[in-house]
Structures are given as structure tokens and as C-alpha cells.
């Protein structure tokens, strides 16, 4: 099982901005996709955003031109940076992987608070 620690979150005003890191460890097979997922209270968990070992990234609609997803592959650490914060991204966020070998399986980190205030 791969080990995730998160970090980064905090209270911010609309605006502002915050970056999160989540640094994994545990594994010695290579990590083929990285990413963020929130989960905001009463709603169901959602993607954020995800960098695969290639650099090729994905976004939700609603966080595009304004969050930034990047890696660092020899540290397994994966960053969001978040600009232009608004109230509806207050959410814990989960840091996410995916490993196709030696079987398919994906390890989640504990999670982190973002609160936006307006």
C-alpha cells in the first residue's frame, strides 16, 4: 500500500490562493497517475485534477484556468496549485494514485481541509 501525506491546506478569503503537496512513499513499482480529489460536505467525492507519469493532465471543468497540477517524479510528490480560490472550492482535499503494476490499485492520503472564505 502506498503511504500519501498531504499538505497545504488552510483558510484563505476568495481570491487568494493556496498550494497543496502530497508526498508518496511505500512503493517501489512506479506511480503511473497522481491527483486531487475533494469531497465537499453533503456532496459526493470529485476530481480535481490528475498528472499521469507522462505529464498529461486532466481538470474538472470548474477549477480550469484556475488550478494547476504538476509532479515531481524522483520525490513521488505531486502539487495543486490553486489561484483565484472561491468559497464552492471549500472541500477536504484527497491526494490520489494509481499504480497499473504489479496490480492495479489506487491509494488515497488522509485528506486536507481548504476552507475559502467570502
Known amino acids: 500500500q502506498v503511504q500519501l501525506v498531504e499538505s497545504g491546506g488552510g483558510l484563505v478569503q476568495a481570491g487568494g490562493s493556496l498550494r497543496l503537496s502530497c508526498a508518496a512513499s511505500g512503493t517501489l513499482f512506479k506511480i503511473n497517475v497522481m491527483g486531487w480529489y475533494r469531497q465537499a460536505p453533503g456532496k459526493e467525492r470529485e476530481l480535481v485534477a490528475t498528472?499521469?507519469?507522462?505529464?498529461?493532465?486532466n481538470y474538472a471543468n470548474s477549477v480550469k484556468d484556475r488550478f494547476t497540477v504538476s509532479s515531481d517524479s524522483a520525490k513521488n510528490t505531486v502539487y495543486l496549485q490553486m489561484n483565484s480560490l472561491k468559497p464552492e472550492d471549500t472541500a477536504v482535499y484527497y491526494c490520489?494514485?494509481?499504480?497499473?503494476?504489479?496490480?492495479?490499485?489506487?491509494?488515497w492520503g488522509q485528506g486536507t481541509q481548504v476552507t475559502v472564505s467570502s
Open positions: 490520489y494514485t494509481y499504480q497499473h503494476v504489479p496490480v492495479p490499485r489506487t491509494s
Open positions: 498528472i499521469t507519469s507522462g505529464g498529461s493532465t
